[in-house]
């Protein structure tokens, strides 16, 4: 496999994990909180950790930021890739 193409690889999977973040960040903090605090899409602190643990202890499947993280990642490292 090419350089080229394993950055057009990690750039999809990349914008897929980014997709999947987004639906999931939307479906968890709607049905917790009602409407959705953008800032709980990119950070796990003060309140959206607070939603998250009572999630958690409760076994619901709590969002977690680190796959937002890692798609975007992902789409750098395929960007770099793909020069």
Do not use: H, K
Not at 22 to 28: K, L, V
Not at 53 to 75: C, E, H, K, M, P
């Amino acid at each position: 496999m090419t350089r080229r193409r394993l950055g057009s690889w990690l750039i999809l999977l990349g914008v897929i994990g980014v997709i999947a973040s987004i639906i999931w960040w939307q479906n968890f903090y709607s049905e917790a909180v009602g409407r959705p605090p953008v800032e709980c899409l990119y950070q796990l602190a003060g309140p959206c950790r607070m939603v998250s643990n009572v999630a958690s202890f409760f076994a619901a499947a709590a969002y977690d930021v680190r796959l937002l993280w890692a798609s975007g990642t992902a789409i750098i490292i395929g960007l770099f890739l793909q020069r």
